[in-house]
C-alpha cells in the first residue's frame, strides 16, 4: 500500500494559488458586471433570445465558472507534471470554446460581442493570477 503525503510546500502554493485564484474570481466577477453595466448604459442590449441577462448574473456566472477553473488547476497541480502549461492551454482552449454560444445565440450583434468582452475580460483576469501559482 502507498501513502501519499503533502509536503508543507505543496499545501502552501496549493493553499497560496486557491487564495489568489478567490481573489482573482472576485476582481473578475466585478469586472464582467462593470463591463455589462457598461455596455448596457451605452445602449447595448442585455436581452438573449429576448429575455434580458440581470447584470449579477454577470458576476454570478463568472464565479462558478471560475472556481471550476480553480478546481481544475488543483486538480493539474497535484497529477500534471508541468501544471501550469497545462492549465494555460486547457482555460484558453476552454475560453474560446465559450465564445461559441455568444456567437450562436439569438441576439443582437453588439450584444454577442458584449458577452464575449465579458468571457475575455473574465480569463485575462483568473488565467495569469492562477497559472503564476502553479508549477512550471
Given at each position: 500500500m502507498t501513502?501519499?503525503?503533502?509536503?508543507?510546500a505543496t499545501t502552501t502554493s496549493t493553499r497560496s494559488m486557491l487564495v489568489a485564484g478567490l481573489a482573482?474570481?472576485?476582481?473578475a466577477?466585478?469586472?464582467?458586471s462593470a463591463v455589462a453595466a457598461a455596455g448596457s448604459a451605452a445602449g447595448i442590449s442585455l436581452d438573449v433570445s429576448g429575455a434580458p441577462i440581470p447584470v449579477p448574473g454577470f458576476a454570478s456566472l463568472?464565479?462558478?465558472f471560475s472556481i471550476v477553473g480553480l478546481v481544475l488547476a488543483a486538480v493539474l497541480a497535484r497529477f500534471a507534471s508541468h501544471p501550469r502549461r497545462a492549465f494555460v492551454r486547457t482555460t484558453v482552449a476552454l475560453t474560446v470554446l465559450s465564445l461559441v454560444p455568444d456567437l450562436l445565440?439569438?441576439?443582437?450583434?453588439s450584444t454577442k460581442a458584449l458577452?464575449?468582452?465579458?468571457?475575455?475580460?473574465?480569463a485575462a483576469i483568473v488565467i495569469p493570477a492562477v497559472a503564476r501559482r502553479l508549477r512550471a
Amino acid at each position: 500500500m502507498t501513502t501519499t503525503v503533502l509536503t508543507p510546500a505543496t499545501t502552501t502554493s496549493t493553499r497560496s494559488m486557491l487564495v489568489a485564484g478567490l481573489a482573482a474570481t472576485a476582481a473578475a466577477s466585478i469586472a464582467t458586471s462593470a463591463v455589462a453595466a457598461a455596455g448596457s448604459a451605452a445602449g447595448i442590449s442585455l436581452d438573449v433570445s429576448g429575455a434580458p441577462i440581470p447584470v449579477p448574473g454577470f458576476a454570478s456566472l463568472t464565479a462558478v465558472f471560475s472556481i471550476v477553473g480553480l478546481v481544475l488547476a488543483a486538480v493539474l497541480a497535484r497529477f500534471a507534471s508541468h501544471p501550469r502549461r497545462a492549465f494555460v492551454r486547457t482555460t484558453v482552449a476552454l475560453t474560446v470554446l465559450s465564445l461559441v454560444p455568444d456567437l450562436l445565440a439569438d441576439a443582437d450583434p453588439s450584444t454577442k460581442a458584449l458577452l464575449m468582452v465579458t468571457h475575455l475580460v473574465a480569463a485575462a483576469i483568473v488565467i495569469p493570477a492562477v497559472a503564476r501559482r502553479l508549477r512550471a
